[in-house]
């Protein structure tokens, strides 16, 4: 399993950025996706989950109607769409994969929110 995301940088507050996660080395559309964050000094948490089919998606409540969880099947790619982004939303953003009780995850992608 490989999990590479991509995508991040430095975005003034109100701005946007679109990560996105290439997987390989597993049947992609048969798993759920998420996305985590990880804030200076603060535990890691998720952000977004989007099912194998594409259809079903959660987010956490501090993201709900900013962030767009969505995936592509044909490329394996899974991608968050961060609008009206907050100095809060400053984290490393990673990409997850549980397949069979085990967590895979990716190096992470740097997000910084500042004026």
């Known amino acids: 399993v490989q999990l590479v995301e991509s995508g991040g940088g430095l975005v003034q507050p109100g701005g946007s950025l679109r990560l996105s996660c290439a997987a390989s080395?597993?049947?992609?559309?048969?798993?759920?996706m998420s996305w985590y964050r990880q804030a200076p000094g603060k535990e890691r948490e998720l952000v977004a989950t989007v099912a194998g089919a594409g259809v079903s998606t959660n987010y956490a409540d501090s993201v709900k109607g900013r962030f767009t969880i969505s995936r592509d099947n044909a490329k394996n790619t899974v991608t968050l769409q961060m609008n009206s982004l907050k100095p809060e939303d400053t984290a490393v953003y990673y990409c997850?994969?549980?397949?069979?009780?085990?967590?895979?995850w990716g190096k992470g992608t740097l997000v910084t929110v500042s004026s």
């Open positions: 080395g597993f049947t992609f559309s048969s798993y759920a």
């Open positions: 997850k994969l549980r397949k069979r009780g085990v967590d895979y």
